[in-house]
Every structure is written in C-alpha cells, then in structure tokens.
C-alpha cells in the first residue's frame, strides 16, 4: 500500500512534510517513514507530550527528528546497529540536544536497558515485532503507548500466499499473528497510513 500523499483531489495534504528529511533519506539511499508517519509522529508528539521517547530502529533518525519537533521537551533515545546510519543520524543532529543516539541491537538494548518511556516507536526487523513487544512492555510508562510502522509490509499482508514471493512468507505470517494477537490481547488501533500503523497502549 503506497500513501496517497500526491492524490490529484488533496492538495496539500504532504504540506507539513519535512522534506529535507526525506531528501536526506533518499540521498542516503536509507529506509525511512513515509511522510504522512512523520507528520503523524509529530502530531501525535504533539498532543500526548510525552517527557521520554524510545525509538528501535532510527535509521538516519527522520522519524527522530518528527517526534523531537513534536514533543519539544522530551528526551529522544533512538536506537540502530547500523553504524554508518547513526553516524549519518549523530551528524544531521549534532545541534539537537533532545535526541541521543544509540548504537546497539534493539532487543539487547531493550532486554538490558533499565529505564522506562511514555512513548515506544518501533520500526526495526518486522520478523522481530513480537519479541521486540514483550520487552518494550516491560519499559513502558502506565498510561504509555507503542508505536509500530510498517505492520501492512506495503499490502503484502492482505495478499494470497501464492501471490508473494517466497523470501516475504516468513516475516508475513510473523506480521499476521502478531496482529491478530494485538487484537485479542490489547487496547490498540491500527491506522491506514505509510504502510500500516499499530499502536498499542498500556
Ligand atoms: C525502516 S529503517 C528505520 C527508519 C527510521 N524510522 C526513519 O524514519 O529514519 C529500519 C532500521 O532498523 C534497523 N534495525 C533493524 N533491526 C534491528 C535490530 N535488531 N537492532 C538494531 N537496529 C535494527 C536497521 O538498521 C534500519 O536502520
């Protein structure tokens, strides 16, 4: 499922995009949120104003950048093993003191880190949602919520088996259990946007 930021009937609507970030990605060649999950990270940010945000899988940090514009007086902990995507993220962002990035494993950081957030965003391997999920519980504020992009995997989820190629399968089936455990275990929404959004709460 591709977002319809560019439909012809609603103009506007990409407007509050934070294109030098998306350029940034696409110079850099990195995954990075669509734009309508940016804008939405932001006004999300925005109204819950949580005080402490962690984030598994930044990247270059766009969507870093959206929700330290939002929440102005939260700390941003963003978390990648990717060397050369941090370095990228630490450089972009030498003068924003909210953000501090993280070079680790998302579910060693997780597992071992010691400190509790009001808001989790998580966009790191698909294939890990679920085990990411049950730490990120354990380091959630009450009242707090949880983030995941990309749980529709750009509409594969929706599609017959025959019709994926093989190598997508697995992390398929993976994203299907683990909504269909949301649904039946959690407060939760699911929002049409980029490609998918889950949010849990606690
Ligand atoms: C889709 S990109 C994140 C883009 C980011 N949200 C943004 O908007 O700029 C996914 C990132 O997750 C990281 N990642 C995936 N699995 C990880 C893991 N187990 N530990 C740490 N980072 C991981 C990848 O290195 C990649 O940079």
Do not use: W
Request: net charge positive; hydrophobic share 40%; aromatic share 10%.
């Amino acid at each position: 499922m591709k977002n319809n930021l560019l439909n012809p009937y609603v103009k506007g609507l990409s407007d509050c995009a934070r294109s030098e970030l998306h350029l940034d990605a696409k110079v850099k060649k990195t995954p990075s949120v669509e734009p309508d999950v940016g804008m939405f990270l932001e006004f999300f940010t925005r109204s819950m104003k949580p005080t402490s945000i962690l984030e598994l899988g930044c990247g270059i940090g766009v969507s870093s950048r959206y929700m330290s514009a939002g929440a102005p007086n939260a700390q941003v902990t963003a978390v990648d093993y990717n060397k050369s995507r941090l370095e990228f993220a630490s450089e972009s962002c030498k003068d924003n003191k909210q953000i501090n990035f993280v070079l680790s494993d998302v579910i060693k950081f997780v597992r071992e880190d010691k400190s509790t957030y009001d808001l989790i965003f998580i966009d790191s391997m698909k294939k890990q949602y679920p085990i990411v999920l049950y730490y990120a519980l354990k380091r959630l504020n009450d009242g707090g919520v949880i983030i995941f992009d990309d749980v529709f995997m750009y509409g594969d989820i929706f599609k017959q088996d025959c019709e994926l190629p093989r190598k997508y399968l697995p992390v398929v089936l993976v994203l299907r259990e683990f909504i269909n455990n949301i649904k039946q275990n959690y407060t939760h929404t699911l929002l049409p946007i980029g490609s998918g959004v889950l949010m849990v709460s606690k």
